[in-house]
């Protein structure tokens, strides 16, 4: 099956192409390399691995790219609360506009799977989200990728995916995600400072979101046309949950601070029942996740400036 990846050149999609390959699917990455392509590299080398470069809000460079396309994973967007906040004309053209874009030109007979977050439900105190919890984002990237869903939903024929936080190594690296960052700062600084240590949060290991990217290309007409919340009731933790599990294994100082907040307000837990009834788990703790963060803190440099290619 030819498989074309939106926003291939990230976090999630360079994480997702060795498993793709290695089953012997023929991989097409569409990226604007906003992040730079050095973690696409070592994918160049396969004969069935292929890069379209060009922005998923422009339809001309799209339409090439899903020329021959049997199955989409779209991950183009960006990502989080930070970014979307700093960049909100931006984010909405890609996020919203882009995921439009998409559903104009595809065939409607090609799957999609379409990666969208948990970050819908907002802030549910005391609450398990499921999927027919009703949708309360707070943030811009939130309520985009709300709206992103109804337009694939509006669609038909695809798969929609509410990810937990992502943590982990990854190709192409991210500093900026809960897990990653208390990760690095507790090896880097030796201190942290946490704001609303109570609120809980719930977490995917990168490597498991690549799995079940593949679990939907494999179960498609079982899964299609649904939302599933993706991640494990085990990872449902809190901020303090997290820092504590740092310090078994970094010795660094920490400080609850009792005045301050969080600029990112989300606090639930949420239910991965559909998705476990489907056939899906996760396999990579968060323990497993932090000992390898820890040791891939050696070898990232944020203040080297021939880091960056």
């Known amino acids: 099956m030819k498989v074309l990846i939106t926003g291939g050149a990230g976090y999630v999609g360079t ?20 992040m730079g392509g050095a973690a696409l590299l ?23 790219a899903l020329k021959g396309a049997e199955a989409i994973v779209h991950l183009a967007s960006i990502v989080g609360f930070p970014a979307c906040r700093k960049y909100p004309q931006m984010s909405r053209e890609v996020n919203v506009d882009g995921t439009q874009n998409l559903v104009e030109l595809a065939d409607k007979n090609i799957p999609i799977i379409f990666a969208s977050t948990g970050s819908g439900y907002g802030k549910l105190i005391g609450e398990f989200c499921t999927e ?40 192409r690296m991210r500093l900026d995600l809960l897990i990653n960052d208390f990760t ?54 809190s901020k303090e949950d997290i820092c504590r599990m740092i310090l078994k294994k970094v010795d660094y100082y920490l400080h609850f601070a009792d005045v301050g907040t969080d600029m990112d307000q989300r606090n639930y837990m949420v239910s991965y029942d559909k998705i476990a009834q489907a056939g899906f788990t996760c396999d990579v703790t968060i323990e497993a996740g932090i000992d390898e963060l820890i040791r891939a803190s050696q070898a990232i440099d944020v203040t080297n400036p021939f880091a960056n290619v």
């Open 184 to 237: 690095f700062r507790a090896v880097k600084d030796r201190s942290l400072i946490v704001y609303e240590k109570h609120f809980m949060r719930t977490f995917i290991h990168v490597r498991d979101m690549a799995r079940a990217f593949l679990f939907a290309l494999n179960n498609f007409s079982k899964l299609k046309n649904e939302a599933y919340n993706v991640g494990d009731a085990r990872q449902n933790v």
């Open 132 to 171: 027919t919890t009703p949708l309360n984002p707070l943030s811009n990237y939130g309520k985009q990728k709300v709206e992103a869903e109804k337009i694939f939903q509006d669609r038909g024929n695809v798969v929609i995916y509410r990810f937990a936080t992502a943590y982990g190594v990854s190709p």
């Open 15 to 34: 994480s997702f192409i060795p498993l793709l390959l290695k089953e012997g699917h023929s991989v097409r990455v569409f990226d604007n390399l906003l």
């Open 42 to 64: 070592p994918f160049f080398s396969h004969p069935q691995f292929e890069f379209v470069r060009g922005d998923i809000r422009e339809k001309s460079s799209l339409a090439e």
